[in-house]
């Protein structure tokens, strides 16, 4: 494998062409357009010109997507990235598209054993080698992505990554770390909204005279520069504890509330980012015990409603008319379930398996733009175009990505009814009432944090 590592990247792997450009464009429309409302990008005027040895360091969340938000971000080069080495025994002819398209082999002793290591030397040979050229390469130092917002620990492979490459040029190149952050408004859902951010540039050329004396030394200052600024871009909640509560408090109207008081839009991711870094710190520096917190969310899930029920309580009224809606459009719903179907249940039961919530949107992305929305384009142009005609067969295959869509809004507006059913069930039930007292509490109390 090494020696196919090698050969197959130098050989190959640094020309930008024409049919990598256009894959490139189809999935910044699928990714950007399709999947997310919204994409912010953020001091992308740190990035160093092209050509420059860049090692880009970012947090891990959301894995795929942590993935594109950088590579749809900078658009003058290809960019490399070290990713996780089980994905490249799916297939041969799927190793080689990986290696095309940029991709490295990381092995890690829980899933590859300590014999598989051993394959790391070669894929950070490479890369140094890389460095050394001027190219991009990306790294994420978790080595595995969180399931919340928060910095997990980093492993020094990095640092020793970079300075290697540093030494294998005699150190007259100066290597440059880029700190980068991702964040999203949502980990799982179609429509959200996603965050990409540079940090500013760090140059190790001022720490060769360090490293030549104490290598560990040299590392240990560079990574804390790294983390720290990595940290101070992303949403950190450092009380992984209280997570759920915290979170809880920093979407809804406390938090919100928080925004608009500093003069921010809570409905700008950016701006809501900026606004939650304060707010959870904060909250953590309070240090209020969060029991009726983690009671008044027990209490919706037991109920399946949600928090926004408070606000409309629903009534019979509102829920005949969104009845009604779901009425009107389930023809179209109907006819909208291919290929929406397939574009959801097949992601769906590949991240069951795995078992890995955090790789849902992965999968929902990768195998859509990849393997289940083109064969079925393909599928509806040919059929399409048998019982109709051309015209109305491209028509009607350019739609699909927005046929998911709405197929997409018709199940969240579906799952809102449900929801309202629910809590127009339980108030009169007489279980709303005290939820409703508890959430005026923790918001009365929680909002002058």
């Known amino acids: 494998m090494r020696k196919f590592i090698a050969h197959f990247v130098f050989m190959v792997e640094e020309k930008i062409t024409r049919p990598y450009l256009i894959l490139k464009e189809y999935i910044r429309f699928l990714v950007n357009k399709i999947y997310y409302k919204k994409v912010y990008v953020a001091d992308a005027g740190n990035v160093p010109p092209e050509g420059t040895p860049m090692l880009i360091v970012s947090d891990h969340q959301n894995s795929l997507m942590d993935a594109l938000g950088i590579l749809l971000s900078i658009n003058d080069r290809k960019v490399h990235f070290i990713a996780r080495a089980d994905v490249f025994k799916i297939h041969p002819l799927a190793t080689k598209f990986l290696y095309w398209i940029g991709l490295l082999p990381a092995f890690r002793l829980a899933f590859e054993g300590a014999e598989g290591l051993a394959n790391n030397d070669e894929t950070f040979r490479v890369s140094e080698q890389n460095l050394l050229d001027g190219r991009t390469v990306v790294i994420y130092p978790e080595a595995g992505h969180q399931d919340k917002h928060w910095l997990g620990k980093f492993s020094y492979g990095y640092t020793r990554m970079a300075f290697q490459a540093a030494e294998l040029g005699n150190f007259e190149t100066d290597i440059v770390i880029l700190p980068a952050c991702n964040h999203y408004s949502e980990y799982f859902a179609l429509r959200s909204e996603g965050y990409t951010r540079y940090g500013t540039p760090i140059h190790l050329k001022p720490f060769y005279d360090l490293y030549k004396e104490k290598p560990r030394t040299a590392q240990r200052e560079v990574n804390a520069l790294v983390r720290e600024q990595i940290s101070n871009m992303m949403l950190n909640v450092e009380d992984v504890a209280d997570y759920r509560a915290i979170d809880y408090l920093r979407e809804s109207a406390p938090g919100r509330s928080a925004a608009v008081k500093a003069g921010l839009n809570p409905d700008n991711l950016e701006q809501k980012l900026q606004s939650d870094k304060d707010f959870v710190g904060r909250l953590e520096a309070a240090g209020l015990p969060y029991d009726d ?141 005290p939820l409703k007292e508890l959430r005026r509490k923790v918001h009365s109390v929680f909002s002058q944090i």
């Open 293 to 433: 917190v983690v009671t008044l969310l027990d209490g919706m899930e037991e109920l399946e409603i949600r928090d926004k029920d408070f606000d409309k309580d629903p009534s019979i009224v509102s829920i005949i008319f969104r009845c009604l809606c779901l009425l009107a459009f389930l023809p179209a719903a109907f006819l909208a379930a291919w290929p929406s179907l397939l574009c959801w249940i097949i992601p769906e039961y590949f991240s069951r398996k795995v078992g890995d919530k955090m790789l849902r949107a992965s999968f929902l992305v990768g195998l859509n733009v990849l393997f289940i929305l083109p064969i079925c384009g393909i599928i509806t142009l040919i059929s399409t175009w048998i019982n109709k005609n051309l015209l109305s067969a491209l028509i009607y295959t350019a739609l699909l990505p927005f046929i998911c869509c709405f197929e997409w809004y018709y199940w969240k507006f579906l799952q809102g009814t449900i929801s309202a059913v629910n809590y127009y069930r339980a108030e009169k039930a007489g279980r709303i009432a």
